[in-house]
């Protein structure tokens, strides 16, 4: 059990962050006709707009609100006099919300995809399992919302913030936070590096199109001089 924890929650990470990288530059290098969302609306239109703005709001929520809960340091939300069972109940809420709507959200396309028969036809198995893989990693992290009610000190958020700032800083010894946290965080934990495995085979690299596109708005403007009639 020593072995798979120092396997899974230290080297499996930057496993996966290795493959969510070079993944992603290794497809957009060979295979960029394929970069793209591939959307469904020409074929089925109904829920899509709806479970579309709900899903990625959800989960556009959980990922930055994970980044800034377990990557600000300590120190920092000391400074700021924000104690750590006050800030478990803002992640416990937040969360709650986020990912309420991201699962509604998600259901609602699962739905969509697996009952129309154009789109199941039209499905391919990645589809259908970054969907479910998807939706399991965010019922564990719903769940854990309970876990977290049970004792709200905020010790366990606590260590889960030491480990992945040991994890980005290269630390040795950051098995050694994520060892006594519960069961249920640790399957979320890794359900959810998983994803970062899975991006660069599955159409979730359009992401990666929707935070470039920020780069244009401070481009310069394209000037377009009308024709001109005379020879």
Request: overall charge positive; proline content about 3%.
């Amino acid at each position: 059990m020593d072995y798979l924890l120092q396997f899974v929650f230290g080297v499996y990470p930057y496993i996966a962050l290795s493959i969510f990288l070079l993944g992603s530059l290794v497809r957009f290098e060979r295979e960029q006709y394929s970069w793209k969302s591939e959307s469904s609306q020409l074929l089925h239109r109904g829920q899509l707009r709806l479970g579309s703005n709900l899903f990625h709001i959800g989960i556009l929520g959980l990922f930055f609100g994970h980044a800034v809960g377990l990557l600000t340091p300590v120190m920092v939300w000391d400074a700021l006099g924000v104690t750590h069972s006050f800030k478990q109940l803002v992640a416990m809420s937040a969360g709650g919300a986020m990912g309420t709507l991201c699962l509604i959200g998600l259901l609602l396309l699962l739905h969509r995809r697996l009952t129309n028969p154009r789109l199941a036809a039209n499905s391919t198995w990645r589809d259908k399992l970054v969907l479910l893989w998807l939706l399991a990693t965010l019922l564990l992290g719903l769940s854990t919302i309970w876990v977290s009610s049970q004792h709200r000190d905020g010790h366990e958020m606590l260590l889960l913030m030491t480990w992945a700032q040991h994890i980005v800083t290269g630390r040795g010894d950051a098995v050694s936070y994520i060892a006594p946290t519960s069961l249920i965080f640790k399957l979320h934990l890794f359900m959810g590096m998983s994803v970062f495995i899975l991006f660069p085979f599955s159409r979730l690299v359009h992401v990666w199109s929707g935070f470039g596109a920020v780069a244009y708005l401070g481009r310069a403007w394209q000037l377009v001089r009308p024709r001109s009639s005379g020879r």
